[in-house]
């Protein structure tokens, strides 16, 4: 049984029910790491948010998603809010957004923990500044007492990436995490959460409209077209034939097409230098 199926899953927004993802289908393994690629607008948000439960009321959801076997369309919120805090868990792109700014960072992955821990004993105090050092804030004890305005862009998505993963999801859903961060403090950010995935064992789906950083993270890609999935497979094979169009010029542009197999991928440096891009 997959950690994830998700099979003809289509979302159409208000009265008139413009269809923003059409028959979306894909499955994700246990442990196992898939990007979504596509420009703006595609629909890699709405995705994420209709597997989250998220979606706003004015969005009708048809077709399956299904957790460990379990339909989770459908769901009412007590139960969507117990699969958030158990199994799912999100880092959105603007960390900003994702705080409360009104509170101190240390108290709010404090309140994820208690909210949802499966195992509330011990002092939460304390684990929450360990967890703020494994994502590589090494003065934990600052940050934790710090309001979110008084961190760099960084240090908040760090924040996020410890609140995403404190509880031991089995799935993180990344959206765009990386997108406000300069390059290098990207590089840093993309490699403290490829570590955390794979000391906890976590699933992720991970967003992004940048190949090159996708690379750094998954193993496999969905490729995103007007709501669509138009390809999809291993990431080499993707840069290696691309069919669809697309995906042909994405990989074009990323100048990515000559990783082999094996090989070891570029890093987000490589790219940006490779391309002469200057953002
Ligand atoms: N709340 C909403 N009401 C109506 N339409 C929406 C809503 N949210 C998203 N859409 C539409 O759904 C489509 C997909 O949007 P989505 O946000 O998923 O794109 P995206 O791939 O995440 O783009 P980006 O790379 O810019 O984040 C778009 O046409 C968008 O306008
Ligand atoms: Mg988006």
Known sequence: MSLLEVSGLTVRFGRRQVVAI????????????????????????????????????????????????????????AEYAKLRGDTLSMVFQEPMTALDPTMRVGRQVAEVLLLHARNTSGNSRQRVIEMLRRVGLADAERIADSYPHQLSGGQRQRVCVAMALINSPDLVICDEPTTALDVTVQARVLKVLDEMLDAEHTACLFISHDLAVVSQVCSHVLVMLDGRIVESGPIHRIFATPSHPYTKGLVATAQLDKVAPGSPLPTVADFYTRAGATR
């Not at 995705?47 to 048809?62: K, Q, S």
């Open 22 to 77: 059409d028959d979306v289908s894909f499955t994700l393994g246990e442990q196992e790491r898939l990007g979504i690629i596509g420009e703006s607008g595609s629909g890699k948000t709405v995705t994420a948010l209709a597997l989250m439960g998220l979606l706003p009321e004015n969005a009708a959801v048809t077709g399956s998603v299904r957790v460990r076997g379990q339909e989770t369309l459908g769901l009412g919120e």
